[in-house]
């Protein structure tokens, strides 16, 4: 069931920077652990990056460390991906997902509450 809203993406050059926006009128995401997936092109969805709800610990998959950042606004009860870097992988659908422990393996059995996902091309 796709209760939240995905935002941001769009087309961008290799090396390139993009921020998407989760967020949902339904509930408070600030009570949530909250993580970003991808499925790329003929790929299964992998869990990418995630940010806890209590001491906003992240974790993020070793492709996009150092180039992807999670945050949140919880006064805009938003969850933002701040993408640079980008690379020709990067290419595929980006989900957010609410209601789930965040770590270091970021499963997506364990989220309840997902977006219908938003295309993110890195191409030249």
């Known amino acids: 069931q796709s209760q939240l809203v995905e935002s941001g993406g769009g087309l961008v050059q290799p090396g390139g920077s993009l921020r998407l926006s989760c967020t949902t009128p339904?509930?408070?995401?600030?009570?949530?652990?909250i993580g970003w997936f991808r499925q790329a092109p003929g790929k299964e969805r992998e869990g990418i990056i995630c940010?806890?709800?209590?001491?906003?610990?992240?974790y993020s998959r070793d492709s996009v460390k150092g180039r992807f950042t999670i945050s949140r606004d919880n006064a805009k009860n938003t969850v933002y991906l701040e993408m640079n870097s980008l690379e020709l992988g990067d290419t595929g659908v980006y989900h957010c997902?609410?209601?789930?422990?965040?770590?270091?393996?970021?499963?997506?059995?364990?989220?309840?509450?997902w977006g219908q996902g938003i295309q993110v091309t890195v191409s030249s």
């Open positions: 940010i806890s709800s209590d001491d906003g610990t992240t």
């Open positions: 339904g509930f408070s995401l600030s009570f949530y652990g």
């Open positions: 997902a609410a209601r789930g422990p965040c770590l270091k393996n970021i499963l997506m059995w364990t989220y309840d509450y």
